[in-house]
């Protein structure tokens, strides 16, 4: 099995900066994508960020130019560098990864357990 943690979050006043961090440990032959995706209340989860292990990443048009992921592969970490925040960004946080715990079985998805970021006065 693979386990997330993802220590973070919290209250942030509008224009404000935060960092999410999230640690995928366990029985893990191979990280894929590592990335991070957003619930509000009353939306949908939706992508905020991701970025495969060639380095390439791809955002949310939302977040666009304010946030940055990156990953510690040897570390199986990534990172979420949030900057600018604003009221709309408020939301539960989660982390994603995409890997394989057996060469003999195919990827899947695990996700963290949410981490809450507020943005307000």
């Known amino acids: 099995q693979v386990q997330l943690v993802e220590p973070g979050g919290g209250l942030v006043q509008p224009g404000g900066s935060l960092r999410l961090s999230c640690a995928a440990s366990?029985?893990?032959?191979?990280?894929?994508?590592m990335g991070w995706y957003r619930q509000a209340p009353g939306n949908q989860r939706e992508l905020v960020g991701v970025?495969?292990?060639?380095?390439?990443?791809n955002y949310a048009d939302s977040v666009k130019g304010r946030f940055t992921i990156s990953r510690d592969n040897a570390k199986n970490t990534v990172h979420l560098q949030m900057n600018s925040l604003k009221p709309e960004d408020t939301a539960v946080y989660y982390c994603?990864?995409?890997?394989?715990?057996?060469?003999?079985?195919?990827?899947?998805?695990?996700w963290g357990k949410g981490t809450l970021v507020t943005i307000s006065s």
């Open positions: 970025v495969n292990n060639d380095g390439s990443t």
């Open positions: 994603n990864v995409l890997a394989s715990t057996s060469y003999h079985l195919p990827r899947m998805h695990y």
């Open positions: 366990g029985s893990i032959v191979r990280v894929y994508a």
